[in-house]
């Protein structure tokens, strides 16, 4: 109160990243918190948790809890983030099977100049687009092959915890500049569901996009992929060299991906529709869930 500061808030976590590997999924689950919190220009300040599991009788959900901690502790300490609260909730089991391990984080960030807040959706037609981070073929324990090929399989993606630093210092720094327009960090879904909520979550019209990736890897994994330390910002076509320099000083990879505007979302040469299509598929999915 009486400051030009303010408070960002935001709650991560993903069970399945922790069946899989619950070291690697308790760390991402830290590493994103603090990504969305750069995705708005704030730096992260406190962190509480909520960790459910189990049995903790059972060796394997024991096993489970330990491997989280250790995770949230590594990322911690890297992101240099104090954990300030928390609680565990065991015996959490239906029919005597255990749940996921579900470590839930809070985190609370400090944005220093309220009117330099970001938000995730394209402002206008013309921006370009770019990506912060690399995208690999890194489909294990994602939403695409939950929800299309119905598995919950395979190694999530791993973090590393340099690179990460290195994107949302980027990023951060950037805000600060003046010269992003959105961030949104890529996580469920990949880089297609990220556009698509940059294109459709405004206030305003739905935005379209034109995406052309010169990644050399598979269609499903470019569009699908969770690879981490990623997030999509959008600038003017005049301020590019500008954050290319910002990303060169802290080794962070930076790309043009494409640019903003049109009525159509386009990612060549692998998928196009109408971006009003898009956002009436999600303005209506709940609805069609409860036919």
């Not at 809070?106 to 944005?111: D, H, I, T």
């Not at 494409?258 to 303005?283: C, D, M, N, Y």
Request: some cysteine; hydrophobic content about 40%.
């Amino acid at each position: 109160k009486g400051t030009k500061k303010a408070l960002a808030l935001t709650v991560d976590g993903n069970s399945r990243y922790c069946f899989l590997d619950p070291y690697v999924g308790a760390a991402l689950a830290v590493v994103e918190a603090a990504r969305n919190l750069a995705c708005v220009g704030a730096r992260p300040v406190g962190l509480t948790d909520c960790l459910n599991f189990g049995s903790p009788e059972n060796p394997e959900v024991m096993w489970q809890f330990a491997q989280v901690i250790r995770g949230m502790r590594d990322a911690c300490i890297a992101l240099k983030v104090p954990v300030v609260s928390g609680n565990v909730s065991f015996y959490n089991e239906t029919d005597g099977a255990p749940i996921y391990p579900t470590p839930t984080v809070g985190m609370v960030g400090l944005l220093s100049k309220v009117e330099r807040v970001v938000t995730p959706w394209f402002k206008s037609a013309g921006d370009i687009i770019v990506l912060l981070g690399r995208t690999r073929e890194e489909l294990g324990g994602s939403e695409y092959l939950k929800q299309i090929h119905g598995m919950i399989r395979g190694t999530p993606p791993w973090i590393d915890l340099k690179l990460e630093q290195a994107v949302q210092n980027c990023c951060l720094e950037a805000i600060d500049h003046g010269i992003l327009r959105s961030a949104h960090d890529v996580s469920d879904g990949g880089l297609a569901v990220t556009l698509a909520e940059c294109c459709i979550s405004g206030p305003d019209k739905p935005m379209g996009v034109r995406i052309e990736s010169h990644e050399m890897i598979r269609g499903d994994a470019l569009l699908f992929s969770e690879s981490q330390s990623r997030i999509v910002v959008t600038v003017k076509e005049s301020d590019v060299t500008v954050l290319e320099e910002i990303a060169a000083r802290h080794n962070a990879p930076a790309q043009v991906i494409g640019a903003t505007g049109g009525a159509r979302f386009v990612v060549q040469p692998l998928l196009q529709l109408p971006v009003e299509e898009l956002k009436s598929i999600w303005a209506t999915g709940l609805t069609a869930r409860l036919k």
